[in-house]
Structure formats: C-alpha cells, structure tokens
C-alpha cells in the first residue's frame, strides 16, 4: 500500500527525457540519478516529488532507451508505482527488475486522473484509489510477480542461487 | 497450428513442443552483449554475490558509446570494463578501435541464423537482419544472466510486414522503415516480433535489412527479423560463420499455417523518401513536405546506417560538389572495418574534399555524449534512430531522421531538400 500524489504526462514518454542520454555512463550513484529525473520533461518533478508518489503516463510509457537508469532514478525519487495504458517493453521489464510497481489502467480511467491528485495503490487487492474513483488493474503473470515481490530481479537471483545450493 | 520462427525458436530453446503468444518462457540466450554500461553491469554483478561468470564464452562486451573517452570519469568507466573482461576472462572483447557494438557483433562471426542473441542497448534488434531473435534487455538482466544463465521471456505475437515491389532508384530501406513506423506509431508494435518478407526486402542488401530491423523497437517490438536467403549465408561465410552451425531451414521459417496477429502489406514501388520530424520518431512526413527547412548540421553515421553502402551514397552525390557553408557535415563509419573500405574506395576523400568531416567508428553524437551536439536553436538532420527532445544532448535543438541520400543533399543544399533530385 502506497499513498502520495500524481504526475501525470501524456502519451510515448521517451527515456530520453526521463534520463537524459549525456548522464548515461557518468552519473552511477542512485542518488545522483535522482537529480537528473525528468530533466528534459518536468523541471518541477525534482523540485516536488515526494515519497509514495505516482506517475501516470499514456500509451508506450518509457519507449526509447533500454537505459535502467530511466527507472532507477524515479525508484529513488520516491515514486511507488507507475500507471499507463501501455508501457515500452524494456521499460517494463526494468521496472519489475528493479522492484518498481507497474500498473495498466484503461484509457479512459486513465482521462479521470490529473496531476496532483492525491492517490492511494493497495498492491494486494489491485485497486487504485484517485480522489473518489476507484479503479481495479489485471494482476501480473505469476512468473513476473515473483520477481516483484522479491524486490527485483538481484534479490531474485540470489535467492535462486542461494536455493539451488 | 503452425508456428511463427519466434515461436518455435522460444519453444526450442525453453524445451517445449510448442508455445503460444503471452506464454512466459525461461531461454538460455546464446549471446549477451553489452558496453561502456559494462562498468555498471559489473556493480549489480557483484550484489548478486557470484564471483565467476557462469558462461564468460556467450559475454560479449564492446566500448562504442563513448569511444575514445572524453573525460576522466569515461576513462575510468572504460578501464573499468577492460579490468572487469580480463579479470572474467571474456575473450569476446571490443576495445574502442573496432566499431559499434552491433554492426561489430556481425563483422566477428557473433550472429548465427536461428539463435537467440540479447543485449543491454535497445537496438540490439539490428541482428535480426540475418534470421536471429535478438533482442534488447535491461543492465539488471545482464548481471542475471552473468550469473544464471537464463532469463524469462514474453512469447511475442507476430506482425508480419510484408514489402510488395521495388524501391525507386532514389528510395531507400530507411525511408522504407520511417514509412511503417509512421503509419503504426510508435506503439505499433509494442511487444511484437515483426517479421518482414516480400519483393522488396528479398532485393534489399544485408545493410537495408539491418536498418530495417534495427528500427523495429522505435515502434515498440521486441525484435524484427528476416528469414535467411543466400545472401544473407553468403554474407556470414565471408564473415567468418561456418554453415552448418546453424540449425536446419525448418527452425528458420516460419510456417505456411503460422498465425500473424497481423499482416501489413506495403507497395515499396510508389513509396517516396521521408522524414521524421522533431521530436518523436513517429512524426514522420514526405521529405517533400519540410523542403526548405534550414540545417545547419548533418550526421551520417550510427547503427541505423553507417554501413559502406551508406557512404558510397553521401560520396556519390558529394562528387565534385562542396558541403554548404553554413552546414557540418559529420560522418561516422559504423566499424573500422566499414572505415577502411570506405577509405579504399575513395568515399572518405570525396567526402573531405567536400567539406565533410569524418570521426572515428562509436556511437558520435547520436545520443548527445559527445562529438557534435547541436546548439540551442540549430537543426540537425542525422541518419539516426532517436531525434527525441534532447537526444543529442541540447533539447533546445531539433533533430530531424532520414536516409543517407536526404541527409547529404540537405547538407549541400544548406536545408531539406528532395534527394531525388541530387542522386
């Protein structure tokens, strides 16, 4: 369960504007990441995000790169999850491999929700709260929600190994 | 029912008779490539707490991104990789003097038809050109698959392309790849495997078919492909690939009752060259409708089309002309390899004479690390895969996409203009 506000952007959102490309092999420390989040899209992002916060985006969300960084520095900006009608397929992946919540809602549910709105997800019930809308997301594969709930992919892993030996 | 050649490729390599789209599939890739990200890879490596690599022979790691090191902290990411590739004993190993990572991969004999081929760059879906499943991953997966092996798969539905015709003297396979990407946008494909066949793409050389296939993830697939002809053996024998390593025609076909979510069927003969306009990839137009639009860079290069046959094309039209005054033209050979040949055949001397300027083989100023970024309120045109707000490192600039041909002529012209007219 997560609580905070919205961010909200519209369709096709690119990495390159989450996490601009000229950082990609300079910048290494999460924290540092975090600074550059949504440079080239949203300069108020940095300035406002809070822990528990949520993203919603449109259709194709994190297209472009298949650079992580473009989830880890939202990770640690505090956002709890990302919401869109689709999301890029790498996109996807590396958020599940880092541990950060990814939920499709319809688009037209998704018209119902504006930047600011204050925003609750109770992740075992699948519901998102939005001021008075509640809306329902499709639960993810099993295989995929095993990593999730490891806390990504590198907790994951370990566990697998750790297991196997 | 039969099957798509993704489809059965996943099912072989997760050990099952067959496997439907949706399907999650545990694979055992044949080849995980990744770059100068090799540094940080190496970081969440070691939080897995694995010292050894499982199978250091299917690493494969090339420095291309920013190559050769413009700063300290560059320099150290790359000695970094360097240390880390001796100290695993990853003999599959690219220093900056070989070329960008995915036309490299194909030079060195990597690429087999039928294999499944990963990589922490999105454009990793450049060797399907020669019949492979490739396709991009995240740094995370790397270091899992550094240590496990495996890794899980999404069985992909299949959108089949299927290019009828052929492409006018003055048209090219980019224009070819910017025209689908335009009509299906950028999430047209989201998820997919994207076969393409038919008329035009059997004429189309090895190069063509890497820029198609290399664009296929700017409309959101997972990988593009085309089943392998002669060509494409020929091709890969002159590149050091022994036949018969390869698995029979039956795993590199699709099958006649194989379902494709959809079919696209495009006339190659009536299409005209065009234009992604800033700043999304599917922005795209005929060049005819931004003629006049003023540049004051052009970049030809990039895993998209720096390829020989790209050059003779900027040389051809270069021929006793010079590069307008107000306009750098940068080129960027996608290997050393390509950047030999070009230099044997005098390419790199017109282009010089011209007024051109060539750098070294990497990825350049594709993606705004280095060696050409635009300044605020210039245009730049660039054979490119990304012209996305700040992709070239000022998101005050605009970057539009093109062929080759457009690309030059526009860098004599001074603004786009209709290459037809220049070739």
Known sequence: MISGKIFKYGDDVNTDVIFPGKYTYTVNDPEDMVKHAMEDLDEDFVKTVKEGDVIVGGKNFGCGSSREQAVTCLKYAGIGAVIAVSFARIYFRNCINQGLPVITLKPDEIARIHRNDAVSVDFKHGTVHVGDHLFSFPPLSPEVMQILQAGGLIDYTKAKIHHAN | MGMTFVEKTLARYAQKDRVVPGEIVIVEPDLYMSHDNTAAIRKIFEKIGVEKLKY????????????????AAYAQNHKEVRE?????????????????????????GHIVPGRVVVGSDSHTPTSGAFGTLATGI????????????????????????????????????????LKIIGEIRADGALYRAVEFCGEAIEHMSISGRMTLCNMTIEMGAKCGYVSPDEKTWKWLEEHGVNRSLAVSNDHLFSDEDAVFERVLEIDASTLEPQVSCPHTVDNVKPVSAVVGTKIQQAFLGTCTNGRL???????KILEGKKIHSAVRFLVIPASQSVYLEAMDLGFLKTIIQAGGVVMNSGCG????????????GEVCISTANRNFKGRMGNKESEVYLASPATVTAAAVAGEIVSSGTQA
């Open chain 2, 56 to 71: 250091p022979e299917r690493a494969l790691v090339v420095l291309d991104h920013c190559a050769p090191a413009m700063t």
């Open chain 2, 84 to 108: 880390f590739v001796a100290q695993q004993g990853i003999k599959s190993f690219y220093d900056i003097n070989v070329g960008i990572c995915h036309q490299v991969m194909a030079e060195n």
């Open chain 2, 138 to 177: 995240g740094r995370t997966e790397v270091a899992a698959l550094w240590a496990t092996g495996s890794l899980w798969f999404r069985v992909p539905e299949t959108l089949k392309v299927v290019v009828h015709g052929k492409l006018q003297d003055y048209v090219y396979p980019k224009d070819l790849i």
């Open chain 2, 309 to 315: 046959d790209d050059i003779a094309i900027a040389a």
């Open chain 2, 365 to 376: 100023p594709c993606m705004g690390a280095y060696g050409g970024i635009p300044a605020n």
